[in-house]
């Protein structure tokens, strides 16, 4: 794969697709649909090609050789500008075992959730225009290495979903959607500036010898490339490396979402389509957590250290007010939004720990995650579609009329749940494991364990409500999953099941990585 452009053609696809579907006729609405699932289903195959050629044994953080499928071109250079010398900026790609399984999981989540629009009405033309447009600015966080090109991807990401949701969505989407960009926006606004402060802190040693101010992420984490006077350089008295650090903490975890910054999950959530539901819990809510992982983490390792009992904290808080909020629901779609809220809360737990095992189940968590709440919302779009209604106390047996759909449910349900041999159940294991070994954590850990209690609460409820008892003569003329539900549904049933009893599939893809990630941790801080 030498020399082949990968990762380019993983983020422009999407792009070349979004201009064919805006030059299609106006009334070829099916056209839209086909050309969409054509983009997301080559996307998809070249992830496999991805996986099937990345080098298992190669890891570490701030080495270029640590990382694969590397693209490097300057994207922008301009020489002797007052005061800076040369602004740089490059066109830097790559992937690592941290990024992989990200990537593999997006590109399952937007093609299935492709099948998914078939039934989108209004507009298929801007709808699908929009939604390819998401996907790629998604794909180029993933894969980004330079800091602006990632701010970049990060920020073009608000536009599609913006209009996804006020546009496409329930009977208050403008109000969710403007929420959802003012929230993430704010988070944007504290990472252009930490990511413009760590710019003037540290250098780069070009070809030629010289060096120059540098927003490589690489250069960035290795503390040698800062300046003494630096106003991020830990060796600067008079640093701020706390407050960005915080700042830059604060912009990932409104994606995350991490609580207080939640709020606009469940609107959005409700509102959007079921779709831009199913990218949005399957997708992005991982980038925040990804986004720490890739930056924060590795760029400020001291104050990682020094905070990551609040990290632990937050993650359980998480975790614990999640489930509550979801137990006090009566929405099936705020339900399962709330649920997201408590799942990404095993991730950051997993994180704070700052062990192998802690962070393999937090990076297998969001992967999990994404494949599990993909089917959940799917499986409410499915009875949405039917019945017009998401009240929980609106149904109750349809498992007598929908037995292969219940099915799925069921799966689904107890995923989440954290049923051993199903892939939940090992994530949340290795985060609880690899948490309750740090001591500072440890009795964060035995009260995040509550969640577990919590989460079998309100599903096996939701079970009984929704599927089990009488089924109301209103219901009764419900059909089961048709061909097309059953191609969303199948292929996201069997990954559960599959990486329940064989996880080393993912796991051998990002052990190394995290191992480099916690050795680069443990010897920078020491």
């Known amino acids: 794969m030498q020399g082949f452009p990968l990762l380019t053609l993983l983020i422009f696809i999407p792009i070349v697709g979004m201009i064919v579907v805006l030059l299609l006729p106006k009334n070829a609405d099916n056209n839209v649909r086909y050309t969409t699932l054509g983009v997301t289903a080559l996307q998809l195959v070249l992830a496999a090609v991805m996986m099937l050629n990345f080098d298992y044994s190669a890891g570490g953080i701030f080495e270029a050789s640590s990382f694969q499928f590397i693209e490097k071109v300057r994207w922008i250079e301009i020489q002797n500008v ?85 546009i496409w969505g329930g009977p208050r989407k403008e109000y969710a959607a403007i929420k959802f960009f003012i929230y993430t926006m704010l988070g944007g606004i504290f990472m252009l500036i930490t990511m413009i402060g760590l710019y003037f802190s540290a250098t780069e040693l070009l070809a030629d ?108 808080i998480n975790i614990v007010y999640g489930a509550l909020a979801a137990m006090a629901q009566k929405d099936f779609k705020k339900l399962i939004a709330y649920s997201s809220i408590s799942h990404m809360g095993y991730v950051l737990l997993g994180m704070a720990s700052l062990s192998s095992t802690g962070l393999n189940g937090a990076i297998f968590q969001m992967f999990n995650h994404g494949t599990i709440t993909a089917m959940l919302f799917l499986i409410v779009g499915v009875i949405y579609d039917r019945a017009h209604t998401r009240g929980l106390n609106d149904f109750g047996g ?26 939940g159940w090992v994530s949340e294991a290795l985060v609880f494991v690899g948490a309750f070994g740090v001591e500072s954590i440890r009795t964060l850990t035995i009260i995040g364990m509550l969640g577990i209690l919590l989460g079998a ?70």
């Open 398 to 423: 349809l498992a007598n009329q929908m037995p292969v759909y219940t099915g799925f449910v069921t799966v689904a349900f107890f995923a989440a749940i954290g049923l051993p041999g199903l892939s």
């Open 209 to 316: 010898g010289t060096r120059a101010y540098t927003f490589n992420l690489l250069a960035l984490m290795d503390q040698s490339n800062y300046l003494a006077d630096g106003i991020l350089s830990a060796s600067n008295p008079e640093n701020w490396r706390m407050l960005a650090y915080i700042g830059l903490f604060a912009a990932f975890a409104v994606k995350i979402p991490m609580f207080p910054f939640h709020t606009w999950l469940p609107d959005a959530h409700v509102e959007a389509p079921t779709p831009i539901s199913v990218v949005l819990a399957g997708v992005l809510l991982k980038l925040g957590t990804y986004g720490i992982l890739r930056i924060s983490f590795p760029i400020f390792p001291d104050i990682t250290r020094e905070l990551m009992w609040y990290i632990g904290l937050f993650g359980v």
């Open 457 to 526: 609460g309100y599903m096996l409820w939701t079970l009984q409500r929704v599927y089990l008892g009488e089924l109301p003569d209103k219901w009764k003329n419900l059909k089961d999953l048709d061909k097309r539900e059953l191609a969303m549904l199948v292929p996201l049933a069997i990954i559960t099941v599959v990486l329940g009893i064989f996880p080393s599939i993912v796991l051998d893809i990002m052990t190394t990585s995290v191992n480099s990630l916690v050795e680069f941790l443990a010897t920078t801080l020491n």
């Open 82 to 166: 007052a005061f800076l010398g040369t602004v740089k900026i490059d066109y830097f790609l790559g992937v690592d075992g941290l990024s992989a399984p990200l990537i593999l999981l997006s590109t399952i989540v937007f093609f299935i959730a492709t099948l998914s629009a078939w039934t989108i009405k209004k507009s298929p033309k801007g709808f699908f225009a929009m939604y390819l447009l998401l996907n790629a600015a998604t794909m180029g966080v993933f894969v980004s290495l330079d800091f602006f090109l990632f701010f970049v991807f990060w920020e073009v990401m608000l536009l599609p979903m913006y209009f996804l949701i006020g």
